[in-house]
């Protein structure tokens, strides 16, 4: 293969300048445009959606999204470990302000202790739309990784409740940024008939880590030395080790690649990522249609902004601003708000509530304290098996219908529950009717064992419920609904609702278990019925498309246009003329309309 000319522009070309792929030195296969002008049939082309063999049917690929998704570990670490690190007696003796027998604001410090960390992520998620575009997605883990062992440090050697919250504000920056990058990273480099799966494997790392953690605090609380909850800390900082190394070997993103122009640069990514020579019609087609997204994407940045086309700093700050802006105009602002959305219900249905203060929940259920810490950790194992599972049903059954039966679940779980559990304290009149049904067992446990464990059941089934539908599918769903040109703004935005939305959970829910008790859970089973009116009426599926392709998912105004770029420039990368209708498909239509429209 003959050497591409190199581009000296970092930015994609536009039509007029579109080498052919003569220039590359390919002979399209004969098959490529079938591929190119049915999305669909590429992504069959590569295979199965659910078999194991399939999902990670490429080393390469699959050590990059394992490497990607570290960031997702860190945080579920640090879920793991706070559970038991915030009831040890030692942290307790050292960190006063957190005891609710030493200070009466010990449930607000508690919180904000433990909010701090998702204050910082949404920081590091703001970051992430400048970095992963500017600078790559593999920078911006790197910038990620950064921060989050300065403030690893921090909490490790802490000796004031100030310096923890420094360090878990510092910590929480990186993993803003590495939680922010890893879907568009992983998206941007799976082959399209398993992406939904791969997409998985960032909630299954958050998972992971919380179990692994949970077990390895759960083995220190019986240091009696501070270092019973400072290994922890500092353990955590393992898995940072390997993500340093593995930046050296771990590609660019393709997509990226494209929008910077680098095109041969690009297809011998793809070739390594698929395990498949250039030659493939299946690589030939998902490179083109990869270069012919980068150039419509340039090319509709021009459009939208003709006069910030120069270079300096100072455009591209306002190039930077402009597209900030973008993301909540009438042609993006539905995906930017299905993003929103979709972190928003993750955290509001109560999951970290329960990770972050299991034991606590546990007490109020009257299980001693040695059950609070096992069930905690069964609980966490349960969540981490239902992830597992949505591997393999992930791209078989769909996104949409997963999300209406995780809100089910979740509600009904949250119901029961809180019948469990309700007070029979006069303070809640207004809850006087639930506080019949539940007041008869929440101060006499002893006489009430059957109905505990029901209560400690359903709080099992809501982790199974999660695991399955509004763990995995808050993450995927941002980075397949955009176009790559604002992919990680999109995800950026999706992600700083979850850490914003995760800091309000994480700062409320002590003083509500205190004040509330079961409305706590009443709380959570309303916002769990509203995540299933949500998906019912308003979030799009995504199965079975590939990322090129889902313009025609959502109908915008903008669609038929937007097709008919991409086609003109389809054409002349094949080396065919811009105003030919050639596609199989393209050619049995009335119009560019009814075409779009049948997607």
């Not at 929008?259 to 698929?274: A, K, P, V, W």
Request: charged share 15%.
């Amino acid at each position: 293969m003959s050497p591409n000319p190199k581009s000296t522009e970092q930015v994609a070309t536009t039509r007029a300048h579109i080498p052919p792929v003569t220039d590359f030195g390919i002979t399209l296969d004969p098959d490529v445009e079938n591929l190119l002008w049915d999305s669909t049939a590429l992504a069959r082309a590569y295979g199965g959606a659910s078999a194991l063999g399939e999902i990670f049917s490429s080393r390469l690929t699959s050590l990059c999204v394992i490497t990607a998704c570290v960031g997702g570990l860190l945080f579920g670490f640090d879920q793991g470990l706070l559970s038991i690190i915030l009831v040890m007696p030692k942290f307790l003796s050292d960190f006063p302000d957190v005891d609710t027998t030493v200070s009466s604001s010990a449930g607000f410090n508690k919180g904000i202790m433990t909010a701090m960390l998702e204050l910082g992520a949404f920081l590091g998620a703001i970051f992430v739309g400048f970095v992963a575009d500017k600078y790559s997605r593999k920078v911006s883990i790197g910038v990620g990784l950064a921060w989050f062992a300065v403030g690893s440090i921090i909490q490790t050697s802490s000796f004031s409740l100030a310096q923890l919250i420094v360090g878990r504000t510092l910590g929480g920056i990186g993993i803003g940024m590495l939680s922010c990058t890893a879907p568009i990273y992983v998206s941007e480099i799976a082959p399209p008939n398993v992406r939904g799966a791969l997409l998985v494997m960032e909630q299954f790392m958050i998972v992971f880590g919380i179990v692994v953690m949970f077990y390895i605090t759960y083995g220190t609380r019986i240091i009696e030395s501070a270092w019973c909850y400072r290994l922890p800390f500092l353990l955590q900082m393992v898995p940072g080790f390997f993500l340093a190394g593995m930046l050296f070997i771990l590609p660019f993103s393709p997509r990226w690649l494209a929008s910077q122009g680098r095109d041969q640069e690009c297809l011998d990514t793809l070739c390594r990522l698929r395990g498949l020579p250039p030659t493939d019609a299946r690589v030939q087609a998902e490179w083109l249609s990869i270069r012919v997204e980068a150039i419509h994407n340039r090319e509709a940045l021009l459009e939208r902004h003709p006069t910030l086309t120069g270079k300096g700093f100072v455009t591209e700050i306002k190039l930077e601003m402009a597209s900030w802006v973008d993301m909540f105009k009438p042609a993006v602002i539905r995906r930017t708000m299905i993003g929103i959305a979709l972190m928003f219900f993750q955290q509001f249905v109560g999951i970290n509530a329960l990770i972050y203060y299991s034991p606590t929940l546990f007490e109020t259920l009257g299980l001693d304290s040695s059950l609070q810490l096992h069930m905690s950790g069964v609980m966490n194992i349960l969540q981490m098996v239902a992830v597992i599972a949505a591997f393999f049903v992930f791209d078989r059954i769909g996104r949409r219908p997963l999300l209406l039966i995780g809100s089910i679940g979740m509600c009904a779980s949250h119901v029961i529950v809180a019948i469990m559990i309700g007070q029979s304290s006069n303070r809640f009149e207004s809850w006087k009717t639930l506080t019949l049904l539940s007041g008869l067992y929440s101060k006499d446990w002893a006489n009430h064992s059957g109905q505990a464990w029901v209560g400690v059941t359903f709080i099992l089934f809501y982790m199974v419920a999660f695991g399955l539908s509004w763990g995995p599918v808050p993450w995927a769903m941002p980075a397949e609904v955009h176009s790559s040109s604002y992919r990680a703004k999109g995800v950026a935005l999706s992600t700083c609702s979850n850490w914003l939305n995760n800091f309000i959970i994480g700062l409320v829910t002590p003083p509500m278990i205190q004040h509330i008790g079961f409305g706590t859970f009443i709380f959570f089973a309303a916002f769990s019925f509203l995540s299933g009116i949500w998906a019912w009426f308003i979030a799009p599926e995504t199965k079975g498309r590939t990322l090129e392709q889902m313009d025609q998912v959502f109908h915008s105004h903008t669609a038929a246009h937007d097709w008919e770029m991409k086609a003109q420039i389809t054409r002349l990368a094949i080396g065919q003329s811009a105003e030919r209708r050639s596609g199989p498909e393209y050619e049995n239509k009335a119009s560019k309309e009814e075409f779009i429209e049948s997607k």
